[in-house]
């Protein structure tokens, strides 16, 4: 990956930065150090060449599957876990079970793309997903802790049910989390339509309003000082 060998973000940010060491001192300091080179975060269109042409558009979109079907920690802990081989096996399971009998849920299961699925099933060695999105280790997130207070997915991540490819939709910096810590309104809505990413509260004057009643109602204040996101 050429993006590797860019190094101009940490020279800008440089100032701001040396300020923020002389603060934090220590240990903790050279944990920052490390991590503000990494490219991942700022990579927005960020698509590595996955071991299985897996489709959110197809699975998602098409097949109306939730998110939460295949991601099922998203709303429980801070990580939303890439699903296990079991999940998949749901359906591309393999066309005959253990004692010969053929499987009514094999779809595709000859299908060249599923091999990697096939063998990480046989041998219990989970599939090597690349992983796409990626904050700094000196950055604490949470997926319930936005999930459960009713900002959506798409948010965050885009349109995945429309992408063939999942790709990182936004720049995740640090301005991107206080732009929507500062001011939350126009991505709250109804907790139940968190993974429904074509849903939409009708205008922007809708969602306004919709989201300062919410806000109001569940009295949803998201923080600002440092301490909540670099503990
Ligand atoms: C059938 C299972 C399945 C469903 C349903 C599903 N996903 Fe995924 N998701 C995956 C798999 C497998 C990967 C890893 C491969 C890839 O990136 O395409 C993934 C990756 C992702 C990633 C990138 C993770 C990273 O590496 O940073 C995001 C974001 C994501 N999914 C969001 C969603 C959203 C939002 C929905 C609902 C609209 C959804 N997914 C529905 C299986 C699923
Ligand atoms: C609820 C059932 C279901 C689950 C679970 C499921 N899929 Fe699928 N998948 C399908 C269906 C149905 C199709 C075929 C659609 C078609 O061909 O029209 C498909 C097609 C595919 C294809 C295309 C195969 C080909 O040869 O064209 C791939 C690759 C794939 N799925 C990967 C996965 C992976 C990886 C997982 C787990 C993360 C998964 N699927 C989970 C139902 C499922
Ligand atoms: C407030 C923004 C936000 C929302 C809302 C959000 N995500 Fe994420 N997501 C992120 C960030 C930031 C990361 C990178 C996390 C990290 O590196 O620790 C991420 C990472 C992921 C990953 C990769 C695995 C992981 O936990 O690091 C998956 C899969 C994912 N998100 C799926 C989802 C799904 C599905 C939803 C909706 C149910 C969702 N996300 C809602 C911001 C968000
Ligand atoms: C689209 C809006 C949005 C974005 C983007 C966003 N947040 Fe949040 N965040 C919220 C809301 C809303 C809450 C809930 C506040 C509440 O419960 O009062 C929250 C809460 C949190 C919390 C508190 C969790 C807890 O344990 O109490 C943390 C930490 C956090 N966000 C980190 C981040 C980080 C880091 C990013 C950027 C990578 C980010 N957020 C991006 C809206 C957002
Ligand atoms: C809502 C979450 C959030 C809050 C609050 C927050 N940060 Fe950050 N911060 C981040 C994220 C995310 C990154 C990583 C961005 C990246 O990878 O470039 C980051 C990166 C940094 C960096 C590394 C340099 C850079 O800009 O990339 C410094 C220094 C920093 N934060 C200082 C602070 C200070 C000082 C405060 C309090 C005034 C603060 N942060 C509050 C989320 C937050």
């Given at each position: 990956m050429s993006q590797r060998f860019l190094f101009p973000r940490w020279t800008n940010k440089f100032l701001a930065l040396l300020g923020f060491l002389i603060l934090a001192g220590g240990a903790y300091a050279s944990v920052l150090f490390l991590g503000?080179?990494?490219?991942?975060?700022?990579?927005?269109?960020y698509r590595p060449l996955q071991p299985i042409p897996f489709s959110h558009a197809l699975h998602a979109g098409e097949l109306k599957m939730d998110c939460k079907y295949c991601h099922v920690s998203v709303d429980k802990s801070a990580h939303s876990q890439i699903p296990a081989t079991q999940t998949c096996i749901n359906c591309h399971s393999p066309k005959t079970g253990a004692n010969g009998a053929p499987k009514l849920s094999a779809i595709h299961s000859e299908s060249p793309k599923l091999k990697p699925l096939r063998e990480s099933w046989r041998t219990g060695e989970s599939v090597d997903w690349v992983r796409i999105h990626r904050l700094p280790d000196y950055v604490y997130f949470n997926h319930s802790a936005h999930v459960n207070r009713g900002v959506s997915c798409v948010s965050c991540h885009g349109r995945v049910d429309q992408m063939e490819v999942v790709h990182?939709?936004?720049?995740?910096s640090m301005a991107w989390c206080l732009d929507c810590h500062r001011n939350p309104e126009p991505h709250l809505?109804?907790?139940?339509?968190?993974?429904?990413?074509?849903?939409?509260?009708?205008g922007e004057k809708e969602q306004l309003e919709l989201g300062k009643k919410l806000r109001a109602e569940n009295n949803i204040n998201p923080q600002t000082n440092c301490a909540v996101c670099h503990r």
């Open positions: 503000v080179t990494s490219p991942e975060t700022l990579n927005t269109g990182q939709a936004k720049n995740q809505r109804p907790v139940d339509q968190v993974t429904n990413l074509a849903w939409t509260a009708g």
